[in-house]
């Protein structure tokens, strides 16, 4: 079973930086695998990102995502104030099909 | 509009059963691949298991943690997919969400509904 490991736990930011999330897999994932989704308090999950890098339907472009094999980013450009939430990573497997990391809270 | 609307959640005691509706409309929910994810308080995402379109061979496929405990269906002509939890433990404890798939990723999600198990 792949393992995901996000850093930071939290990240402290103000409107206007750019954030940088990581999501570690413990064994190569193909890119297509690995997708990511913001979750805000009280919320679903929504979809931002999958095959490591393609915007889902309605995302700002100032989400971005990167990466291949065990390590992949997912980039904001310039923070809004709607962004402060938690991301997740996500990888496509066999057992489990779905499989998630421990989250990276975006705060202010 | 995709809308995924669950039902069914509650407390529920130890060993005890639930189940779970999720009444899907604006696709087609026979071609759909299903997934429930669930999300215990304050914690991260766990998939929970999927249903394939039955077209698809409407297959199911469980998490290790819910394997032989919990059991996924769908009706088609209801277009509603259901989630049959028995055996219920402390730890099953969670909000629980209905998910539509898409290629290798989870598409849209409902709202969830909560499960708590406590005596």
């Known amino acids: 079973e792949i393992v995901l490991t996000q850093s930071p736990g939290t990240l402290s930011l103000s409107p206007g930086e750019r954030a940088t999330l990581s999501c570690r897999a413990s064994q190569s994932v193909s890119s297509s695998y690995l997708a990511w989704y913001q979750q805000k308090p009280g919320q679903p999950p929504r979809l931002l990102i999958y095959?490591?890098?393609n915007r889902a339907t309605g995302i700002p472009d100032r989400f971005s995502g990167s990466g291949s094999g065990t390590d992949f980013t997912l980039t904001i450009s310039r923070l809004e104030p709607e962004d402060f939430a938690v991301y997740y990573c996500?990888?496509?497997?066999?057992?489990?099909?779905?499989?998630f990391g421990p989250g990276t809270k975006v705060d202010i | 509009e995709v809308q995924l609307v669950e039902s069914g959640g509650g407390l529920v005691k130890p060993g005890g059963s639930l189940r779970l509706s999720c009444a899907a409309s604006?696709?087609?929910?026979?071609?759909?691949?299903m997934s429930w994810v669930r999300q215990a308080p304050g914690k991260g995402l766990e998939w929970v298991g999927r249903?394939?379109?039955?077209?698809?061979?409407?297959?199911?496929d469980y998490a290790a943690p819910v394997k032989g405990r919990f059991t996924i269906s769908r009706d088609d002509s209801k277009n509603t997919l259901y989630l049959q939890m028995n055996s219920l433990k402390t730890e099953d404890t969670a909000v629980y969400y209905c998910?539509?798939?898409?290629?290798?990723?989870?598409?849209?999600w409902g709202q969830g509904t909560l499960v708590t198990v406590s005596s």
């Open positions: 095959g490591a890098s």
């Open positions: 604006g696709f087609t929910f026979t071609n759909a691949w």
């Open positions: 996500q990888q496509y497997g066999t057992s489990p099909i779905f499989t």
């Open positions: 249903i394939k379109s039955k077209i698809d061979g409407g297959t199911t």
């Open positions: 998910t539509t798939e898409g290629p290798r990723r989870i598409d849209y």
